[in-house]
């Protein structure tokens, strides 16, 4: 069975950092592309962003491209998404997500993790 958990989460002050992690069981990554995705309350769930199978292309929405960068250790089975120069906008869950897909600018999204809470105050 696959399973996707997200770690990191938690309350921080606007221009603070948190890191996200990604943990997969049940199968290697090592061939997929990964995606990290959000929902704040009110809003649609966003793509935020992407990394392929490599590690050698990436993809970050406008929102947080600059301010967040998404990573993977493939030999831990493990995708990051650090996450510097917070905003309150960024509040979200936040989720990992398994693509089988060798395209990043189309996502076809196989797994989701449970979600990690992020809050950013004021």
């Known amino acids: 069975q696959v399973h996707l958990a997200e770690s990191g989460g938690g309350l921080v002050q606007a221009g603070g950092s948190l890191r996200l992690s990604c943990a997969a069981s049940?199968?290697?990554?090592?061939?997929?592309?990964m995606h990290w995705f959000r929902q704040a309350p009110g809003k649609e769930r966003e793509r935020v962003a992407a990394i392929n199978w490599s590690g050698g292309s990436t993809y970050y929405a406008d929102s947080v491209k600059g301010r967040f960068t998404i990573s993977r250790d493939n030999a831990n089975n493990t995708v990051y998404l650090q996450m510097n120069s917070l905003k309150p906008e960024d509040t979200a869950v936040y989720y990992c997500a398994l693509d089988p897909s060798p395209v990043l600018r189309t996502p076809q999204i196989r797994y989701w993790g449970q979600g990690t809470q992020v809050i950013v105050s004021s």
């Open positions: 049940g199968l290697s990554i090592r061939t997929y592309a």
